[in-house]
């Protein structure tokens, strides 16, 4: 079994009064391995969040199936083992924190599923410090920051030892340390802990990292690929309304404006600064290195 | 200023008071506040308000906190004094002018019941003061465990207790920054009359309700995310534990309330 999450032609519809039933979801088809860190992006209302809240249970497809570690997420009698498998991180990191006490918040998951006091006592301290805030675990969950009070949700979440955790635009409402904070804390979690990361998101820079990227647009995938094979189809995305990282925008506008000789997909600031400094040297331009 | 915001009055401290079981001192309060009732003699009182002075020594807290907190009730024991000096009639007029009266055993009946309230409220804040809301949330769940039976939601309501301590300080900011952004498209809150200054509150309001549930409405998802299924088959990380010194408090009050008991049988009552 190397799949965690399959999707088999799912769809997804619901009746609204005046104009009858919207598809949000048109076919899904979509695999992921375990240990992969795939990120999900799409323009709002493309159907990504709704995506997600069919991978722990939250939605039953209206049609298909989704399978999570093998069970199909419609058997009731397995929707907690299928949440347990699956553990899901919202956007708002104030709205799903329960507990006064951050090491009590964290405790939550495993006291639902009923697992014995010892055993919960090791995992939200081994929960805490896989985010790295094990020293906030006496702390008021009201008095951290955004960036914090998010991995204390991701501890929450990995205190229930899920296969999978899928993140629904979990740096959306966080600045850009909460964001870098949030992001190397679910590296870390699936370089180490092989944990499977299901990152939706509509910031590019953060999907670069990613093992793959799926595009998702109007209800179907549109693209499924490593980020540079995703991010050199700068046409198709901008067709779709999503950007391109930085630096690939600007590699890409260089090309179009008749600069031959450089790569398709390139994704980072680095790369970008590497590929333009060995354009300008062949060209004969030799003091253009980058100074330090 | 505002995040550093605390409810209830919970005063931190290392103290023997502090570190026993809430459990313990929830029952212990509530024997303590029979006992002031039962008590029907000075003495009585006297041996309440020694146990008090005792009990608040050992928790740390200062004397000065704890009378602070009888503030808020002065009025009321004002109140039942003047209620008790006017209308109990006994054997020895004092004072009288027009139709009020005032009789011995009214002056009596007043201090003693003004004293009665003081102790109960002391004793209830030395509980407040030395239990964090956390531990009396919990304390209460567990205390009130047995009446699951009778299908009384004790569960719901502690997550309830919870829920609320957790989001009081983020509904704080939030309606902070709803009153900025509402001064600053010109909202006058400050000035104006009664009916003005209520009017004035509408436009903050009703953004502080619709992104109340909106919240809940998170909160709920996220609960469910994390296998939430009601109280049954959950089990707790913390484990309450009682201890010697729990002992030693029990001990102690089954002491002064049997003094109490004692003393308010072989004396004669006040009234």
Same mark, same amino acid.
């Given at each position: 079994m190397t799949n965690i999450i399959e999707t088999k032609d799912l769809r997804f519809e619901y009746a609204s009064e005046e104009e009858g039933p919207r598809v949000v979801l048109d076919g899904i088809d979509l695999d992921i391995r375990k240990g992969e860190f795939v990120a999900v992006l799409g323009h709002n209302g493309s159907g990504k969040s709704t995506l997600a809240k069919h991978f722990n249970a939250m939605l039953l497809p209206s049609g298909g199936k989704c399978y999570v570690a093998g069970m199909d997420t419609a058997d009731e009698e397995k929707r907690f083992d299928v949440r347990q498998t699956v553990g899901m991180v919202l956007q708002?990191?104030?709205?799903?924190l329960v507990a006064t006490i951050v090491e009590e918040d964290v405790a939550f998951g495993p006291e639902n599923m009923g697992v014995p006091p010892e055993e919960i006592r090791k995992r939200v301290d081994e929960a805490l410090k896989a985010v790295g805030m094990y020293e906030y675990r006496?702390?008021?969950?009201?008095?951290?920051s955004g960036g914090q009070k998010q991995r204390i949700a991701i501890a929450g979440i990995i205190a229930m030892r899920p296969a999978c955790i899928v993140l =629904? #635009?979990?740096?959306?409402?966080?600045d850009p340390r909460g964001r870098e904070e949030v992001i190397s804390t679910i590296h870390r979690l699936c370089d180490e802990m092989g944990i499977t990361i299901v990152l939706i998101t509509h910031?590019? =820079? #953060?999907?670069?990292?990613?093992?793959r990227v799926v595009v998702i647009d109007d209800g179907r995938v549109l693209l499924s690929a490593a980020p540079r094979e995703v991010f050199s189809q700068v046409d198709r995305l901008k067709a779709v309304e999503l950007d391109v990282p930085q630096a690939t925008r600007l590699i890409y506008r260089l090309q179009k404006a008749g600069v031959k000789g450089l790569p398709a997909g390139v994704l980072t600031d680095d790369e970008c600064i590497e590929v333009l400094s060995n354009l300008l040297e062949v060209n004969g331009c030799p003091s253009s290195k980058p100074r330090n | 200023m505002i995040r550093d915001i605390t409810f209830g009055q919970f005063f931190p401290a290392k103290s023997v008071v502090h570190a026993l079981d809430p459990r313990t001192k929830l029952i212990l309060v509530v024997a303590y506040i029979v006992l002031v009732f039962i008590g029907n003699n000075f003495l009585c009182l006297g041996l309440a308000a020694a146990f008090l002075i005792l009990a608040t020594a050992l928790s740390k807290v200062p004397p000065k906190l704890m009378l602070r907190s009888t503030r808020p009730i002065l009025f009321v024991i004002a109140f039942t004094a003047i209620l008790n000096l006017l209308y109990i009639k006994g054997d020895v007029l004092l004072f009288e002018w027009g139709f009020v009266q005032i009789y011995d055993k009214g002056v009596f009946t007043a201090v003693f019941m003004a004293i009665r309230i003081i102790l109960a409220v002391l004793g209830s804040s030395l509980l407040t003061y030395t239990t964090s809301p956390t531990d009396l949330t919990d304390g209460l769940e567990r205390l009130m465990s047995p009446l699951k039976v009778l299908h009384l939601p004790v569960h719901e309501f502690a997550l309830m207790m919870t829920i609320a301590l957790r989001f009081i300080p983020t509904l704080i900011e939030e309606t902070d920054k709803i009153m900025s952004a509402q001064k600053a498209r010109g909202?006058?809150?400050?000035?104006?009359?009664l009916v003005k200054r209520v009017k004035a509150l509408v436009p903050i309001l009703i953004p502080l309700f619709v992104s109340s549930f909106r919240r809940a409405f998170d909160l709920a998802t996220a609960m469910e995310c994390r296998?939430?299924?009601?109280?049954?088959?959950r089990t707790r990380m913390k484990k309450l534990q009682m201890h010697g010194r729990d002992a030693w408090a029990f001990g102690i009050t089954a002491l002064v309330l049997g003094g109490i008991i004692a003393a308010s049988i072989l004396l004669p009552p006040v009234f």
């Open positions: 708002n990191p104030d709205n799903q006496r702390h008021a969950p009201h008095k951290l =629904d #635009e979990p740096t959306a409402m966080l910031y590019m =820079d #953060e999907t670069v990292d990613a093992d | 909202a006058d809150l400050e000035t104006g009359g296998c939430y299924h009601g109280g049954e088959g």
